[in-house]
């Protein structure tokens, strides 16, 4: 249990392109809590270790890196050193990257504190991979949101060529699947239904019903 001066938690965790990020920030937004996307932490050391030429094999390294880098958010933009990243970290390359050096123990614990540091008054909401089973395990809801690998890959193809950017959807599936693999069978956090997680399946759910469906298990977990 939390003692009552402990901010709220609630923790959401799902595979590649469940909507997670999306959902999460709505949840936020509206219960008034921080937002950590701790996905992008992921994807910055992606960035910083592909800027700085620091081999994805050097898990010390990686590490070091992770516990070194400056990074800052403000007004849902991602900087790292300084610089505006948000749009650098959201290719498929820097996906693919930071799923990779994920799997590193070293570069996890490097930003365990740091992902900690966002739980402040009133609450926060916190999305990624261990959030609900190693950061934040007191969490007072956790949900674990999936849908269909094919519903995911529609989604996550609409979101890229509306950004302008190119891609096939055959190639989209098959990078999803093989990242499923990777994140399902890795030793360090992989991906898995935390215990006392909700699953919410989203394949037929619009993002609204998502939102709603978590805003009312909340609202019933905190009775
Ligand atoms: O949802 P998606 O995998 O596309 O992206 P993300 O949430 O931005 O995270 C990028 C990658 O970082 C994931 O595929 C995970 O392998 C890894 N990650 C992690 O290991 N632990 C977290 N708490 C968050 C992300």
Known sequence: ????????????????????????????????????????????????SENQGVNLDNEPALG????????????GKVFLEGEDVSEAIRTENMGVRASKLAVYP?????????????????????????MASVIFPDAQLKVFLTASVTARAERRYKQLIAKGISVKMENLLQDLQERDVRDSKRGSAPLLVAQGARVLETSELSIDQAVKRILDWYQSASC
Do not use: E, N, W
Request: hydrophobic share 45%; no cysteine; net charge positive.
């Open 64 to 75: 070091v890196l992770a516990a070194k880098m400056a990074v800052s958010f403000s007004d």
């Open 106 to 130: 070293q570069v996890r614990r490097s930003l365990m504190d740091l992902q900690r540091s966002f739980r402040m008054a009133p609450g926060l909401v916190a999305d990624g991979r261990d």
């Open 1 to 48: 249990m939390t003692s009552p001066s402990t901010p709220s938690v609630i923790a959401i965790d799902g595979p590649t392109a469940s909507g997670k990020g999306t959902v999460a920030s709505l949840v936020a937004g509206a219960l008034g809590f921080h937002y950590l996307d701790s996905g992008a932490l992921y994807r910055l050391v992606a960035l910083a």
